[in-house]
T-cell receptor
Framework: GENVEQHPSTLSVQEGDSAVIKCTYSDSASNYFPWYKQELGKGSQLIIDIRSNVGEKKDQRIAVTLNKTAKHFSLHITETQPEDSAVYFC?????????FGTGTRLQVFP | DGGITQSPKYLFRKEGQNVTLSCEQNLNHDAMYWYRQDPGQGLRLIYYSQIVNDFQKGDIAEGYSVSREKKESFPLTVTSAQKNPTAFYLCASCGTASNQPQHFGDGTRLSIL
């Protein structure tokens, strides 16, 4: 079955710097890749997603890139702010079931 | 406002006791999901339902049960057979068109007394 690996598990950056989180997936048939942000004690909020017919998608300070050949996709956050601090999860799917990565705890220091 | 409501936010279970976690959505979504989250791990799928009166086991269904009598509701029962129930439980829903984003509730944290 599908397996999703996510790195790093923790990431600390200075406010204003960029943060990059990477995920790799095993099933080449996967065609949908969402990213979720989870704040402490809360559920996960979709922040951006990308489908396999697109290589890059951007929404203000957040962007996602997809390399289908290498089977990896990445989340890029530019000009980080303290409120970006949270746990970020990537996921991959080819049907209606999402397979999640293990999460990255991002800390943005003022 | 449309969304997913999980209750309670915190729940405690005694040995041998069954407990039920509530999940309600008013997004008119056909599909609903239950996930379990443990520290340092990703979300693992317990059960999911694509239509009313139908549901399928996920990757870790043992010790859990669900029902889907109404489109809006997908309660999860953690039975006494689940020997390690302490976790954060998340409910999600989405439309049934291909690759629709899942919307999550705020979760229920279950602990053992």
């Amino acid at each position: 079955g599908e397996n999703v690996e996510q790195h790093p598990s923790t990431l600390s950056v200075q406010e204003g710097d960029s943060a990059v989180i990477k995920c790799t997936y095993s099933d080449s048939a996967s065609n949908y890749f969402p990213w979720y942000k989870q704040e402490l004690g809360k559920g996960s909020q979709l922040i951006i997603d990308i489908r396999s017919n697109v290589g890059e998608k951007k929404d203000q300070r957040i962007a996602v890139t997809l390399n289908k050949t290498a089977k990896h996709f990445s989340l890029h956050i530019t000009e980080t702010q303290p409120e970006d601090s949270a746990v970020y999860f990537c996921a991959a799917s080819k049907t209606d079931k999402l397979i999640f990565g293990t999460g990255t705890r991002l800390q943005v220091f003022p | 406002d449309g969304g997913i409501t999980q209750s309670p936010k915190y729940l405690f279970r005694k040995e041998g006791q069954n407990v039920t976690l509530s999940c309600e959505q008013n997004l008119n979504h056909d599909a609903m999901y239950w996930y379990r989250q443990d520290p340092g791990q990703g979300l693992r799928l317990i059960y999911y339902s694509q239509i009313v009166n139908d549901f399928q086991k996920g990757d870790i269904a043992e010790g859990y049960s669900v029902s889907r009598e109404k489109k809006e509701s997908f309660p999860l029962t953690v039975t006494s057979a689940q020997k390690n129930p302490t976790a954060f439980y998340l409910c999600a829903s989405c439309g049934t068109a291909s690759n629709q984003p899942q919307h999550f509730g705020d979760g229920t944290r279950l602990s053992i007394l």
